[in-house]
């Protein structure tokens, strides 16, 4: 079945530690997008990348660094620098910019 | 980074009653989208409006696209108990990057 596959489900940090989450889609799809979900609030976007070898921050890209060297995956690196990391983490896509976005299931990552 | 202004913010209703959601925006949008996400899971996408004006629905649920372009609505009739879950609104405007705004999410709970 084609779609959007994050890994892991679950995350946990340690202090100082720098974690990597997957995001793999089979759609084909050329835009690739992050977010950020906290309680209560709506999504923010991390960064996001049209076309591969090409990305861009989003509004809230302080703390994380992703690469895009292939057009089916778009790994999130949240890294050390990120003091608040916790949070519901997920990556979209679409085929096109005036396409809707399409969603993963998200990654919980949590600091130990 | 902007946001959407989504009322309400929650709504506790009885099984069989009629629900109401809006959002309001600043800014114009070229597309309206609305979203369900489920506890654990990532956003599904419910309906997509691209006109000023439109009206779609999509079982029993209608959604239309304002016509000042600012604002769209949601609406589920005959609310049934796996309504329940956090519903959320996308705005797009014009810009090439194919970012999505959204709102705060409106959280919808039905009691049998």
């Known amino acids: 079945d084609g779609g959007i596959t994050q890994s892991p489900k679950y995350l946990f940090r340690k202090e100082g530690q720098n974690v990597t989450l997957s995001c793999e889609q089979n759609l084909n799809h050329d835009a690739m997008y992050w977010y950020r979900q906290d309680p209560g609030q709506g999504l923010r976007l991390i960064y996001y990348s049209q076309i591969v070898n090409d990305f861009q921050k989003g509004d809230i890209a302080e703390g994380y660094s992703v690469s895009r060297e292939k057009k089916e995956s778009f790994p999130l690196t949240v890294t050390s620098a990120q003091k608040n990391p916790t949070a519901f983490y997920l990556c979209?896509?679409?085929?096109?910019?005036?396409?809707?976005?399409?969603f993963g299931d998200g990654t919980r990552l949590s600091i130990l | 980074g902007q946001q959407l202004n989504q009322s309400p913010q929650s709504m506790f209703i009885q099984e069989g009653e009629d629900v109401s959601m809006n959002c309001t925006s600043s800014?114009?949008?070229?597309?309206w989208l609305w979203y369900k996400q489920e506890p654990g899971e990532g956003p599904v996408l419910l309906i997509a409006?691209?006109?000023?004006?439109e009206l779609t629905s999509n079982g029993r649920l209608t959604a239309q696209f304002g016509i000042t372009r600012k604002d769209s609505f949601l609406n589920i009739s005959a609310s049934i108990p796996s309504d329940v879950g956090i519903y959320f609104c996308a705005g797009r405007g014009s810009s090439n990057t194919g970012k999505l705004i959204f709102g705060q999410g409106t959280t919808l709970q039905v009691k049998p």
């Open positions: 409006l691209y006109k000023a004006g």
């Open positions: 800014s114009i949008f070229n597309t």
């Open positions: 979209a896509s679409t085929r096109d910019r005036d396409q809707p976005q399409h």
